[in-house]
Structures are given as structure tokens and as C-alpha cells.
């Protein structure tokens, strides 16, 4: 798919305001080769995406440069109308406050407690015990773990451990959420569960976007996907139904 | 909503033990137990020196040098001295106590009665005497006594310079162990930093400021600084508290004796405190200069 030819995937449901724009896009990790090549992608607020695509194909990679964790080696990404190439540190770092993401390693913190990991985002932006306590208990307690709050992440099993990232990611009510398989160590019970609190949070107004290998949970889910090939971004059918 | 046991906020987001803490521990405490002997040496040093030039500044000897009738020549030598303004004390040694002067060299009872021996008096003079030692050699030529007068200048000027370069090498030493500890902070803060790459990562990625990651270090890093520091210290005051009582009961160490004064107390108990500022410090420069590298 050649980016200078090609609309954008996920064209503009009528918001001028996009949450996120990827304009010809590479990246590559220090000297290495492109992982990701010329890739054109705009989400609307608002917008539910499924990311599929092989293993190796890049889905991590794509995500790792929307919530700033990598720059592009070449390309623009504008993330809530700010050009990112622009922004100074504090910029970024008030821009990543905006994202909510589950790592698919979990990133959590083996020294502090289930509670202090899931209220980390909020801690790490200056806000007061007192002003989250409340919210994240009941987060925990909506996930199932409300009575592991005291409990060590390295004592949960992975699907726990994969409920608290959840939780951190979400509990700052994030304009973006982005997820790298969510739901990949959860029963389906659970991961049914995962999903729609993802899907009340895009209700709310949260633009969602989930990398998932899991076609079934993309086809039950009904909501369009993108798909990612040798680090080249391609719109499935269900793409073109828009984004919601 | 079900009951939950009360929550309280971890007061640091790290760890708050790692492997590199122990040793930098040590590390620092032994640094500043070195820098706070080194400045107590060298202040020590300065006020001994300082006292030692004053009193030999203020003190002159004069040795009469005739074969016959020394010790009457002593007398009359003093008398003359003790005439002239500005002389605190006059004190003419008699020749028991010349002999015992010389006792150490040559033994007890080994000095013949006939043999001449040269009567050493003491000067002490006032502050800001007018007399010097021209005055004196002038005054006892003027009677014809034979003698040498000597003011101690050389002394002086030797034990000044010995003292310059004990300060200097005090000084010196304690200007290294300060760029050796925060040497070893940075070189610790680095260790850390790399050992909570997970940490920092994740708040990096939350969206916590850089200022705030670099405070977490920041404030690990002064406490470890200042505990460091307290025990450094305390050690420094002891060893030199003992010591000073040791030389204060009359050994035969040729050692001054420290005085613990005002100023001695004031370098111990700013240690502490100036060891956590420079933790923090150097702390802070490290987190940021990583947190620099980073997207």
C-alpha cells in the first residue's frame, strides 16, 4: 500500500479532530531495518479498532510508537492534534497521560501492591491518595480482584496479572486506550468481561485500539480491524464500516 | 461496597532495598568518616600551628656564652632585658637546670662542676613588644656581655610552613574524598537506575514528568546520604574523641591534641546533611541525564 496514493485507513468519521494521525510512518529499531513501513492511520474519537496480523508482523511495534514509547524513523505522528516531532518532554509526557495502555508483558511492579500498581498513572500526575482511593478499589473490585489489594503481582496468576494492567490502563480514564492482547491469558469468561468494559469505555468516549490474535474475539466483537502485514498496514472489510 | 483494610501510599515508588544499596552505604559512610578527619586534621593542625607561631613569636632566648662568671653575667643580662619596655617575663636557668637541660645528651652526673656551661634565659614578651632581638644584642653588647639572642624566627617560618602543607594536604585529601563520593553516588545513582529500568519505564510511560521520576531517586538517595553520613560522622567524632582523650591523659605520641571546639562540632554535624544534599544532587543529574537518552 503506497501512503502517497492512499487515504488514510480508518478515514474520518466526521470529526475534524482526530485523536491520532499517522502520516507515512516508518520505524526501526537503532540501525536495524524498517519494521514498520509507510503507514497512513487516522482514529476519530470515539473509534473501536481490533490491530491483527502475524506474529512479527509489527502490531507491537505500531502500538509502542502511538502511546510514545518509540519515535518514527520517518513520517508524522500527531496524537490529539499535536504534531509529537514538536512537542517538548513535558508535552510528551502530559500527552502519555492521555493514553491508557496494557502492556503485554503487564509492566507491573513486583514492590508495590495490586492498589498501588492500578493507581500508579494517577500517583505518578500529582493526585492525592485520598482523591483515588475510592475509584481504584472499585476498579479492582469490578476486575474480580478486590481482595487482592494488598497482594504482591508476583503472587497473582497471569490472568490476574493481566485483570491489574487492565485496571492501571483504564483507571485514569484515558482519551486512548491501547491494548496488546488483553485478553490473552484471561478465560473467555473473563476476557468477555475485559471486553466490555473496553466497549463501556469507548461508549464514554475513549477511542479504543486492541492488538489481538485472536480472530474469534475480533469476529464476536463486531468492530472493524486493521490489519498489520511485514510492518504495512491494510483495512479489513469491516474497516470500511467506520469505526464505531 | 465490601470493607477493605485501610490503604496508606508507599512513601517511595522504589524498591526500598536493592542489591547496590548496602555497599554504597558503606562506601559513603567510610568517605565521610574520611572527610570529617581530614577536616577536623586540618582545622586542628591550623590552630596548633597558629598557637605554636604566637607563643614563639612572643618568646625569645638569649644563651650567655662567657667561660667566667656565666651565671653572674646571666643576672646582669636579665636585669638589663628586664629594663627594657615591652618585657613581660624574665627567666634566668640556673646551672642545675642547665645541666638537666642537657642531661638527655650527656647523662646525669657526667657534666664536670668546672666545666663552662651555657646559661640559657627566657624572654616572654608582651603584645606588641617594641623590643626585638637587635634591641637585646644591642643592649648586651653595650655592657660587654657575650651572648647569642635567638627569636625563633626560623622556627617559626619552618613550623609555618609544615603547617601550610599539612592544610594544603588536608585540604587536598578532603577535596578528593568529596569528588570520590559523589564520584560513587553517580556511579550507585547509575547502578540503580539500571536496576529499576522497570520502574523508571513504567513511569515514564504513565506519564509521570521526568521531575518526578528524578524526585523518587532524589529523596532515596538523601536518605541513604544522610544515613550514611550520620554514621561516617559519628565514627569521625568518636575516633577523634578518643583520641583526643588519649593524648590529653600525656602519652608520648607526638601528636597535637584535638579539640572538639565549636567549629570542630559544626564540620561533624554539617557532614550529614551536606552528604544527603550531595546524594540528592548527584542523583538528580544522573536520573536526569538518563531520562534524557529516552524518547
Redesign the interface.
Known amino acids: 500500500m503506497s501512503s502517497k496514493t492512499q487515504a488514510p485507513i480508518a478515514p474520518d468519521t466526521g470529526n475534524n479532530s482526530p485523536v491520532l494521525e499517522l502520516i507515512d510512518v516508518s520505524m526501526r529499531y537503532a540501525h536495524g531495518p524498517d519494521i514498520l513501513h509507510d503507514i497512513n492511520l487516522r482514529l476519530a474519537p470515539g473509534d473501536f479498532y481490533f490491530l491483527t496480523g502475524a506474529s512479527g508482523a509489527g502490531k507491537s511495534s505500531l502500538l509502542r510508537l502511538i502511546?510514545?514509547?518509540?519515535?518514527a524513523s520517518c513520517g508524522q505522528v500527531h496524537l490529539f492534534d499535536q504534531d509529537t516531532a514538536l512537542c517538548s518532554?513535558?508535552d510528551?509526557?502530559?500527552?502519555?497521560?492521555?493514553?491508557g495502555?496494557v502492556?503485554q508483558g503487564f509492566?507491573l511492579?513486583d514492590?508495590?501492591s495490586v492498589?498501588?500498581n492500578v493507581?500508579?498513572?494517577l500517583?505518578?500526575?500529582?493526585k492525592k491518595?485520598a482523591d483515588y482511593?475510592e475509584d481504584v478499589?472499585?476498579l479492582l473490585?469490578w476486575v474480580g480482584l478486590?481482595d487482592h489489594?494488598?497482594a504482591a503481582p508476583q503472587t497473582l496468576s497471569g490472568g490476574e496479572k493481566q485483570r491489574v494492567a487492565i485496571a492501571?490502563a483504564v483507571v485514569g480514564k484515558p482519551d486512548l486506550l491501547i491494548a496488546d492482547e488483553p485478553t490473552g491469558n484471561v478465560d473467555p469468561q473473563m476476557g468477555r468481561r475485559l471486553m466490555r468494559l473496553f466497549s463501556e469505555l469507548n461508549r464514554l468516549g475513549s477511542t479504543v485500539l486492541i492488538a489481538s490474535h485472536d480472530l474469534g474475539l475480533v469476529r464476536a466483537s463486531g468492530a472493524p480491524s486493521l490489519h498489520l502485514d511485514e510492518g504495512r498496514l491494510r483495512a479489513n472489510a469491516a474497516t470500511q464500516n467506520g469505526g464505531r | 461496597?465490601?470493607e477493605?483494610?485501610p490503604?496508606?501510599?508507599?512513601k517511595s515508588?522504589?524498591?526500598?532495598r536493592s542489591a547496590q544499596d548496602g555497599p554504597l552505604f558503606f562506601v559513603i559512610a567510610i568517605i565521610v568518616f574520611l572527610a570529617c578527619v581530614s577536616a577536623l586534621i586540618a582545622r586542628t593542625s591550623f590552630n596548633t600551628a597558629k598557637a605554636w607561631r604566637a607563643d614563639l613569636n612572643n618568646a625569645m632566648t638569649v644563651q650567655i656564652k662567657t667561660l667566667h662568671n656565666t651565671q653572674k653575667s646571666a643576672q646582669s643580662a636579665a636585669k638589663l632585658i628586664r629594663a627594657l619596655p615591652g618585657i613581660a617575663h624574665v627567666q634566668v636557668y640556673s646551672r642545675r637546670q642547665a645541666k638537666a637541660l642537657l642531661a638527655p645528651w650527656l647523662g646525669a652526673g657526667n657534666i664536670p662542676n668546672d666545666l663552662p656551661l651555657p646559661i640559657p634565659i627566657t624572654i616572654t614578651l608582651e603584645k606588641n613588644s617594641p623590643v626585638d632581638k637587635a634591641a637585646i644584642e644591642k643592649v648586651l653588647r653595650k655592657n660587654h656581655i657575650t651572648a647569642s639572642v635567638d627569636d625563633h624566627r626560623q622556627w617559626a617560618r619552618a613550623l609555618g610552613k609544615s603547617a601550610w602543607f599539612l592544610q594544603l594536604f588536608s585540604i587536598g585529601a578532603l577535596s578528593l574524598l568529596i569528588a570520590a563520593a559523589i564520584a560513587v553516588t553517580g556511579f550507585a545513582t547509575q547502578a540503580s537506575l539500571a536496576a529499576r529500568r522497570?520502574?523508571v519505564?513504567?513511569?515514564?510511560?504513565?506519564?509521570?514528568?521526568?521531575s518526578?521520576i528524578a524526585a523518587e531517586f532524589e529523596r532515596k538517595f538523601a536518605s541513604l546520604g544522610l544515613r550514611a553520613g550520620l554514621l561516617g560522622a559519628a565514627m569521625a567524632a568518636l575516633v577523634l574523641g578518643v583520641t583526643q582523650i588519649v593524648l590529653m591523659r600525656g602519652t608520648d605520641i607526638m601528636l597535637p591534641v584535638f579539640h572538639l571546639d565549636l567549629i570542630g562540632i559544626g564540620i561533624v554535624m554539617i557532614a550529614p546533611p551536606l552528604t544527603a544534599m550531595a546524594s540528592a544532587l548527584t542523583a538528580r543529574r544522573a536520573v536526569a541525564r538518563t531520562l534524557?537518552e529516552r524518547?
Open positions: 502511546y510514545l514509547a518509540h519515535r518532554r513535558r510528551m509526557a502530559l500527552l502519555r497521560r492521555r493514553i495502555v502492556f509492566r511492579l514492590h508495590l492498589f498501588d493507581a500508579l498513572p500517583r505518578a500526575t500529582g491518595h482511593e478499589i472499585e473490585t478486590g489489594l494488598h492501571r | 461496597m465490601r477493605h483494610s490503604i496508606t501510599a508507599p515508588l522504589l524498591p526500598t522497570d520502574v519505564d513504567t513511569l515514564h510511560l504513565v506519564g509521570a514528568f521526568d518526578f534524557r524518547q
